[in-house]
C-alpha cells in the first residue's frame, strides 16, 4: 500500500529510474511476505497440528474468476481461459484462493509461454473436480515421487533467478486439499503438459486440529 501510495504522490512524470525502485520494493515486500506465510503454514502444519480449515458457502465458479483476474493483472501478457459451471459447495475460501492461486501460478510461471493455460472445473454431484493445464516442459520424472513435499523444486528452476520459490506451494496446497477431505494428483508427460486435478468433496467438514502428513 505504502509503494502504491508513493508512486501516487511521484505522480506520471516521475523519474524511471525511482518509479521502478518503488515497483522493486513493492514487489520484493509481496514476495517476503508470501514466503513468511508459507513457512507459517509449514510450521502449522507440522508442528501446529495441520492446516486448520474453516468451510462456508462458496461459489468455487467465483473463487477461480478472481484468482484468475488477480494472475491476469500480474501477468497480463499470458492467458488463463475458465471453464466453470456455477459450483456451490463448503468449502475455506481463504484456502481454496491459496491453492488455485499456486496451482494457476505453477501453470503461468513454468508452463510454455505460447499457449494458454486452461482451468476446467466439473460438477460431479457429490464432489468437484478441477483440472489445471500448461504445456510446456514436463516434471522431471525423479522429481514426481517427491512434489508434494516441502522444498522440492525441479533443478532447473532452483537455480532460475527469476522463480524465486520456495518450493512450498505444492506441499501447502496438498495440505489445505487434505484438510478438506480431497486430493491432488499430476500428469506431466512430454507432449501433453501438465495438469494438476484437484478433487474435494462437495461438502468438507471442518476438522478439529489433527496432525496431516
Ligand atoms: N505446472 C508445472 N509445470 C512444470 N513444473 C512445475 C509445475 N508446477 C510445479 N512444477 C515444478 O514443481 C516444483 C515445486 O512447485 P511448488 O509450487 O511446490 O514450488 P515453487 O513454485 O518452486 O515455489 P513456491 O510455490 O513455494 O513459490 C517447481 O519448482 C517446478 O519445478
Ligand atoms: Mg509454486
Same mark, same amino acid.
Given at each position: 500500500?505504502?509503494?502504491?501510495?508513493?508512486?501516487?504522490?511521484? =505522480?506520471?512524470?516521475?523519474?524511471?529510474?525511482?518509479? =521502478?525502485?518503488?515497483?522493486?520494493?513493492?514487489?520484493?515486500?509481496?514476495?517476503?511476505?508470501?514466503?513468511?506465510?508459507?513457512?507459517?503454514?509449514?510450521?502449522?502444519?507440522?508442528? =501446529?497440528?495441520?492446516?486448520?480449515?474453516?468451510?462456508?458457502?462458496?461459489?468455487?465458479?467465483?473463487?477461480?474468476?478472481?484468482?484468475?483476474?488477480?494472475?491476469?493483472?500480474?501477468?497480463?501478457?499470458?492467458?488463463?481461459?475458465?471453464?466453470?459451471?456455477?459450483?456451490?459447495?463448503?468449502?475455506?475460501?481463504?484456502?481454496?484462493?491459496?491453492?488455485?492461486?499456486?496451482?494457476?501460478?505453477?501453470a503461468?510461471h513454468y508452463g510454455d509461454a505460447e499457449h494458454?493455460v486452461?482451468?476446467?472445473?466439473?460438477?460431479?454431484?457429490?464432489?468437484?473436480?478441477?483440472?489445471?493445464h500448461n504445456h510446456g516442459a514436463p516434471i522431471?520424472?525423479?522429481?514426481?515421487?517427491?512434489?508434494?513435499?516441502?522444498?522440492?523444486?525441479?533443478?532447473?528452476?532452483?537455480?532460475?533467478?527469476?522463480?524465486?520459490?520456495?518450493?512450498?506451494?505444492?506441499?501447502?496446497?496438498?495440505? @489445505?486439499?487434505?484438510?478438506?477431505?480431497?486430493? @491432488?494428483?499430476?500428469?506431466s508427460?512430454p507432449?501433453d503438459g501438465t495438469?494438476?486435478?484437484?478433487?474435494?468433496?462437495?461438502?468438507?467438514?471442518?476438522?478439529?486440529?489433527?496432525?496431516?502428513?
Amino acid at each position: 500500500m505504502a509503494t502504491g501510495l508513493l508512486r501516487m504522490r511521484l =505522480g506520471p512524470a516521475a523519474d524511471e529510474a525511482v518509479t =521502478g525502485i518503488v515497483a522493486r520494493i513493492g514487489t520484493s515486500t509481496r514476495r517476503m511476505s508470501r514466503m513468511v506465510e508459507q513457512i507459517l503454514d509449514l510450521a502449522r502444519s507440522r508442528v =501446529g497440528g495441520g492446516i486448520v480449515i474453516n468451510p462456508t458457502a462458496v461459489d468455487l465458479g467465483t473463487v477461480l474468476a478472481g484468482v484468475i483476474d488477480e494472475l491476469r493483472t500480474a501477468h497480463p501478457d499470458r492467458s488463463v481461459d475458465l471453464r466453470c459451471p456455477a459450483l456451490q459447495g463448503s468449502w475455506d475460501r481463504d484456502r481454496m484462493e491459496q491453492v488455485f492461486s499456486n496451482l494457476i501460478g505453477n501453470a503461468i510461471h513454468y508452463g510454455d509461454a505460447e499457449h494458454p493455460v486452461t482451468v476446467e472445473a466439473r460438477d460431479e454431484g457429490h464432489q468437484v473436480c478441477v483440472d489445471v493445464h500448461n504445456h510446456g516442459a514436463p516434471i522431471p520424472s525423479a522429481l514426481l515421487p517427491q512434489l508434494f513435499e516441502p522444498f522440492r523444486r525441479g533443478e532447473r528452476d532452483s537455480r532460475a533467478t527469476n522463480t524465486a520459490g520456495l518450493g512450498l506451494g505444492l506441499y501447502i496446497s496438498h495440505q @489445505i486439499v487434505t484438510a478438506h477431505g480431497g486430493d @491432488i494428483q499430476v500428469d506431466s508427460h512430454p507432449g501433453d503438459g501438465t495438469r494438476f486435478r484437484v478433487r474435494l468433496p462437495r461438502i468438507a467438514v471442518a476438522r478439529c486440529r489433527e496432525r496431516l502428513t
